[in-house]
């Protein structure tokens, strides 16, 4: 490979990215909550030897509005646990990373900690993570022990407006972040001895309460699951304003933006610039990897993609509508975008399919020949773990050497 | 035994044995210095054993839980295993590489929220295809809350009425979405039934409502389980659970545990059969009884080391007794009964003065040492012998009414099932009392349980909105 090289990750969720994807030829509507429908997916995935998979897991129902429920009986609705999804996945795949989304508002941080811990053993150091807030106040409801800020129809128009109402939330899942890479660190690496001359299988000195306390809740420690195979598993974050950016500026190792073209690109790594700036942290110590989201419709064939994607929008009663661009064209045509688009500073992309499994398919048998030819992606893995795709070391436990190393995070 | 179970097993000639095994977690039974001890940690020794039970045709695979390492005397036990993965994810993967093994999970009613747990369970019955279990505990201690957003912790009396709450939201939660609300209907651009999900639930311990996003799973319902052995704990299981979990692994105090808890099910208005009792039990096999016996021994001591004979002790005592020997007659201090020195264990929470009361008195009648002491309350072994006699003890067990099967614990991980596996199970389905094959694809096949019937109600146009109670 020539240069640096090319990250890439697929995001799956459901039929694919458009509303009327599970009405689209190909489509397995019936079979989204099997097993077999998403062990298809992801070995594909590993097949075009991407860096990882991300899984959504929207808690609640899912909506077309984005701050509230609605009744639509027209679109995907009912989802499965993503962790647990991810999981299932570890033992049919050898190499991809899985990334499961977790609600952080409503969930207790100490569970979601080991569930992640325990994603990496079970795949070997392939884990990730997505910590989102609940965005819908009707999320509040399903748990009932507490409520949090309902959005206005005007307050949605615009990333600046939501992150504003809801960076309370934003505030505490940064703890819930902290809470977590504490955890995952308060076993030191070799605390198992299994000393039979003292009848000792731990050494009690390698494992470390670690006493979070915070505005919204406190963990005492340490965790019940040893330090997971990566130490850290990777904290990935989508973000599109300037609090979810200082979000990701303190505890992501990965965040995945929303620009529209290249200049956006640009402006947007600024900003996340500045905000890993306010924050304080060292990315020569601890890089912050940044990739672009796209929503993609991929065929050979000029046209046919937006063909394609025009009927779904007639299906689904109104052109699509997306946070991140949405590209149609030829594999060729979007291997041309995500190189000069990567210039800006990206150093991968995350692409959502806009049906599944078609453009998925388009992604790992058209895409990533064409950049493996152009010399900008893997021909094969050359690591087994998600830190090594992404060439991300493993960090050591902070409560691995007595002299206490000042934190790269201030805990909030 | 109501009509329906006496014939169903009239007919089968002899009362079947259910066989689950768990992979051990926080206790003495792992003799971890063995030198074919493996990782507790590694996916590997799971998949190990649990492909292991499923060529053995077991009904299912458990998994305990704990949600803080053990403190002894201020620090972490460091004595037996230290450190487990989460349950349900490690089941989850489990449910990829094995086919008909039933999946059971310990997971907390106390730091939970049921709409969370309820979409977990659902989760994993979906992933395995209709195996998934859930055995309900209700640990309530302060030490473990210190951990959990609430601080959560509950007075002991609420920890029940909490728990029932808790699995009454569950259900309410899975029986939101009928068979047959998913559509997924392409042509006329139907994918689900307008409500489908709909819940709404208030009581003392939980005020929820909305839409559940997960479908109803393959079983309807995971299996329920219930490991209480308290008036409170038993009820809970007649009235709520599908299989009970005990220690009493002696026939006589498992005989009147037996009689005790299938008494108390048409209280509750249900048939003998549809709760089954599983103690937990150990089996030492080797070619001859006298073998066998030897072999026994060599665990016994292995798993009750002389710290851990003292530590054990101490948890009783409630103090420190760090300086006696193990060896030598029990202290001539009495306990304190109001100081912890282990906390996160159950078992050492309360009665410890009887119980100090009730060793002394067998240590002198016997003149036993503390180790010896400790070894002789443990209860050793439940089944040692040749395979022949392991065999002849276990369908003797359960046909005398002492169980309805058991849930193994290997001393080894991941390999102390095999010869269970592999010369006992041949034995049980040569008696005509263990499957050949599985006959169903379930837990709830397996466990010969019918209910509940997978969801049949009429679909209304409006969903109902069940409030407390209304449906039990
Ligand atoms: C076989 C068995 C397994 C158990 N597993 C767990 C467990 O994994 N986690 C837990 O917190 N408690 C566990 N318990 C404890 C019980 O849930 C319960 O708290 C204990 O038996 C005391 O209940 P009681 O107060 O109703 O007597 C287990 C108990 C038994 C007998």
Do not use: C
């Amino acid at each position: 490979m020539t240069g640096t090289p090319l990250h890439l990750a697929v995001a799956l969720d459901g039929a694919g990215w458009h509303p009327a994807a599970w009405r689209a030829e190909g489509a397995r509507p019936g079979e989204l909550l099997t097993a077999a429908y998403w062990a298809d997916l992801v070995t594909e995935a590993e097949r075009g030897l991407l860096d990882f998979v991300t899984l959504e897991d929207p808690l609640g129902l899912q909506s077309a509005a984005f701050h509230r429920p609605d009744e639509r009986t027209d679109q995907v609705r009912g989802s499965l646990d993503a962790v647990l999804l991810a999981a299932h996945l570890a033992p049919l795949t050898t190499h991809i990373g899985l990334v499961p989304t977790t609600n952080v508002t409503h969930t207790e941080p100490f569970h979601l900690a080991i569930g992640i811990a325990t994603l990496d053993h079970a795949s070997k150091g392939r884990a990730g993570w997505r910590p989102q807030i609940s965005a819908r106040a009707a999320d509040a409801a399903l748990f009932g022990r507490r409520t949090t800020p309902q959005l206005t129809e005007e307050d949605v128009r615009d990333p600046e407006l939501i992150a504003a109402r809801l960076r309370p939330l934003f505030a505490e899942a940064a703890d819930v972040v902290e809470v977590a890479r504490r955890l995952w660190d308060s076993w030191e690496d070799d605390a198992e001895i299994r000393d039979a001359a003292t009848g000792r299988f731990i050494d009690r000195d390698k494992l470390h309460h670690i006493d979070f306390e915070g505005t919204y809740f406190s963990v005492k420690g340490p965790s019940i699951t040893p330090r997971p195979p990566q130490g850290r598993p990777v904290v990935t974050s989508l973000a599109h304003a300037s609090t979810p950016y200082e979000f990701a500026a303190g505890g992501s190792d990965l965040v995945y933006v929303t620009p529209h073209d290249h200049a956006g690109a640009e402006a947007i790594l600024a900003q996340v610039g500045e905000a890993v700036e306010r924050i304080g942290r060292n990315e020569r110590e601890w890089p912050l990897k940044k990739f672009a989201d796209l929503l993609v419709f991929l065929d050979d064939e000029p046209g046919a993609a937006a063909r394609r994607k025009s009927r779904l929008d007639e299906l689904n009663g109104g052109e699509l509508a997306s946070d991140a661009e949405i590209f149609t064209g030829t594999p060729g045509d979007l291997a041309d975008l995500l190189l000069s688009w990567r210039t800006a500073g990206l150093d991968g992309f995350r692409l959502r399919p806009g049906t599944l499994p078609h453009d998925l398919a388009a992604i790992t048998r058209g895409l990533v020949p064409e950049l493996q030819r152009r010399g900008v992606f893997r021909t094969a893995y050359d690591a087994t773990t998600l830190r090594g795709h992404l060439g991300l070391r493993r960090p050591d436990s902070r409560y691995a050497h007595r002299h206490d190393r000042p934190s790269a995070v201030p805990s909030a | 035994m109501p009509a329906a179970g006496k014939k169903a097993e009239a007919q089968a000639g002899k009362k079947q044995v259910h066989l689950a095994a768990q992979l051990p977690g926080i206790h003495n039974v792992t003799v971890w210095s063995d030198s074919r001890s493996r990782s507790q940690i590694a996916i590997d020794s799971f998949i190990r054993l649990a492909q292991t039970v499923e060529r053995g045709k077991f009904d299912f695979f458990f998994l305990a839980e704990g949600l803080r390492p053990r403190e002894h005397k201020g620090q972490v036990y460091d004595l037996d295993v230290v450190g487990r993965p989460e349950n349900l994810t490690v089941l989850s993967a489990l449910a990829a590489v094995t086919t008909h093994l039933g999946l059971a999970a310990t997971v907390n009613a106390t730091f939970n929220e049921p709409y969370d747990v309820a979409r977990r369970l659902a989760t994993l019955d979906h992933l395995s295809g209709g195996r998934a279990a859930w055995n309900v505990v209700t640990s309530f201690d302060a030490f473990t809350g210190e951990n959990f957003r609430r601080g959560g912790f509950l007075a002991e009396s609420d920890r029940y009425t909490r728990a029932a709450e808790f699995l009454d939201v569950a259900r309410t939660l899975w029986d939101s979405w009928r068979d047959g609300d998913v559509r997924a209907d392409p042509k006329a651009g139907d994918f689900l039934l307008p409500g489908a999900g709909r819940f709404a639930h208030r009581g003392p311990h939980f005020d929820v409502s909305g839409r559940f996003s997960a479908p109803r799973g393959p079983q309807g319902h995971p299996v329920i389980i219930q490991a209480g052995e308290s008036d409170q704990g038993r009820e809970f299981a007649a009235s709520d659970a599908d299989v009970i979990f005990s220690k009493y692994n002696r026939l006589d105090e498992a005989r009147d545990f037996y009689r005790d808890v299938k008494g108390r099910l048409a209280g509750h208005g249900r048939a003998e059969h549809e709760l089954k009792i599983l103690p937990t039990a150990t089996a030492v096999i080797a070619d001859t009884d006298e073998e066998a016996a030897a072999y026994a021994d060599e665990i016994t001591r292995a798993q009750v080391s002389p710290q851990t004979a003292i530590a054990h002790l101490e948890a009783v005592w409630g103090r420190d007794l760090s300086a006696y020997d193990p060896d030598g007659p029990l202290p001539d201090v009495e306990p304190e009964a109001e100081s912890l020195v282990l906390e996160g264990h159950s078992v050492f929470r309360k009665g410890r003065g009887e119980t100090a009361r009730r060793w002394r008195k067998l240590a002198e009648e016997r003149g036993l040492s503390i180790r010896e002491l400790i070894i002789e309350v443990g209860g050793g072994q439940t089944f040692v012998g040749s395979p022949r006699t392991v065999a002849d003890a276990i369908d003797h067990f359960v046909q005398s009414d002492g169980a309805d099967g058991f849930v193994f614990v290997p001393h080894l991980t991941p390999g102390g099932l095999d010869d269970l596996v592999d010369r006992v199970v041949p034995l049980l389905q040569e008696k005509g009392v263990f499957r050949q094959e599985y006959t169903g694809t379930t837990l709830r096949d397996h466990l010969g349980l019918n209910a509940p019937a997978r969801d049949t109600r009429p679909v209304p146009g409006e969903r109902p909105v069940r409030s407390e109670k209304e449906a039990s």
